[in-house]
């Protein structure tokens, strides 16, 4: 019998542990807490390591545009992409460590520290942010969640979790989350303002499992204050809890 059939016929009990390795356990409960829901989330989305290759589709006013990247990843709190493809990016890098962000452009053979009102820019032309990259805490640090309900998405039952920052100065203030009952994945994101504005969604197309776990293979991330289309990001391989050397998270990875 399927994970998927059997949560049909109990109601949705989270039987994951059938599936997933990784997933905390519920205790048999029809329903997790707002928490443990999180927590299964932060512990889907973050690892010790991993090696990301991916493309980026910046859909603008003016057309398409697509860029190829390779990103090391440790943690939640140290980040280093190189941009790989069209040629004008190649050779393009960004390397974040805490809350120091830097890049470096091969153009001007430059490297440039990315902090204050900069943090509120583009990341090369897309609906991403650089405060976006500057997200260095699990989503369970950051937020106090609570179930508010259920619903479809991508033909998916989900439950909706709103999330309330804890402290001032983060940057979206909530955020409300559609979270796969079976595979512990949102595959929708709203991202809110102080004032309740509508700042950024999220909604995924297609995901796929890599060791263990559910990942998003495919995703549309929208800034909905900006008049594209909006940014797709395609996951072309990763690898989890990769071996990555310490010089990566150096800023002198930047000239290499």
């Known amino acids: 019998m399927t994970g998927v059939s059997l949560m049909n016929r109990t109601g949705g009990v989270l039987i994951l542990l059938m599936l997933l390795h990784w997933t905390p356990l519920l205790n048999g409960q029809q329903q ?3 928490m443990e829901l999180l927590q299964a989330l ?3 989305m973050v690892a010790e390591n991993r090696i990301t290759v991916s493309t980026m589709i910046i859909h603008g006013r003016r057309g398409s545009r697509s860029i190829q990247s390779k990103s090391w990843t440790q943690g939640s709190e140290k980040s280093y992409t190189e941009y790989l493809a069209p040629a004008r990016e190649r050779g393009t890098k960004m390397l974040k460590v ?3 962000l830097w890049t470096y452009s091969p153009a001007t053979d430059r490297i440039i ?3 204050g009102h900069m943090l509120r820019q583009s990341v090369m032309g897309s609906d991403l942010s650089y405060e976006d990259m500057m997200e260095d805490q699990t989503l369970s640090e950051m937020y ?3 179930i508010v309900g259920s619903e479809t998405v991508e033909e998916r039952d989900c439950w909706i979790l709103e999330l309330t920052a804890k402290t001032p100065g983060i940057t979206y203030h909530s955020r409300r989350a559609w979270i796969d009952k079976e595979r512990n994945i949102a595959l929708k994101e709203t991202r809110y303002a102080a004032s309740g504005k509508l700042l950024k969604e999220a909604l995924v197309q297609e995901v796929f499992q890599v060791e263990g776990r559910w990942y998003p293979k495919r995703m549309t991330f929208k800034d909905m204050l900006s008049t594209g289309e909006g940014t797709e990001f395609i996951v072309n391989s990763i690898a989890f809890n990769a071996e990555i050397p310490d010089y ?3 800023k ?3 000239r290499r």
Do not use: H, K, R, S
Request: aromatic residues 4%; charged residues 20%.
């Open 42 to 44: 932060d512990e889907n």
């Open 252 to 254: 002198a990875v930047l």
């Open 98 to 100: 805490g809350d120091q």
């Open 144 to 146: 106090t969640p609570e």
């Open 113 to 115: 520290q990315i902090a």
């Open 32 to 34: 997790p807490t707002a």
């Open 248 to 250: 990566i998270f150096t």
